[in-house]
Nanobody, 124 residues
Framework: VQLQASGGGLVQAGGSLRLSCSASGFTSDYYAIAWFRQAPGKEREWVSCLSRADGNFYYADSVKGRFAISNGDIRGTASLQMKSLEFDDTAVYYC??????????????????WGTGTLVTVSS
């Protein structure tokens, strides 16, 4: 399975951005996709996850109400709509995938596949 994240860029505080994740190689809908991010000088943190099969999704408290994760029409695709962006949202965003479901936070060590990151810079 290979993943690729895209859609990052420079945006002003209060603005919006949409990230996309494309995962090739899944042969069924039995998988989950997550977004993580890593800000400069900080550890990588979980942002959100989505189960393809049942559509359930979860968010970190820091982004709840501002970010929305969704399945794409094509198997293996997902997006992260980010609104009301804040300076602290500045980070490299990564998408990850694993067989099965997500039911909330799952440590990054348990995500089998990772894509290259995409940089989101929020200017204040």
């Amino acid at each position: 399975v290979q993943l690729q994240a895209s859609g990052g860029g420079l945006v002003q505080a209060g603005g919006s951005l949409r990230l996309s994740c494309s995962a090739s190689g899944f042969t069924s809908d039995y998988y989950a996709i997550a977004w993580f991010r890593q800000a400069p000088g900080k550890e990588r943190e979980w942002v959100s996850c989505l189960s393809r099969a049942d559509g359930n999704f979860y968010y970190a408290d820091s982004v709840k109400g501002r970010f929305a994760i969704s399945n794409g029409d094509i198997r293996g695709t997902a997006s992260l709509q980010m609104k009301s962006l804040e300076f602290d949202d500045t980070a490299v965003y990564y998408c990850a995938a694993r067989p099965g479901f997500c039911s909330g936070y799952i440590p990054e060590s348990q995500w089998n596949y990772w894509g290259t990151g995409t940089l989101v810079t929020v200017s204040s």
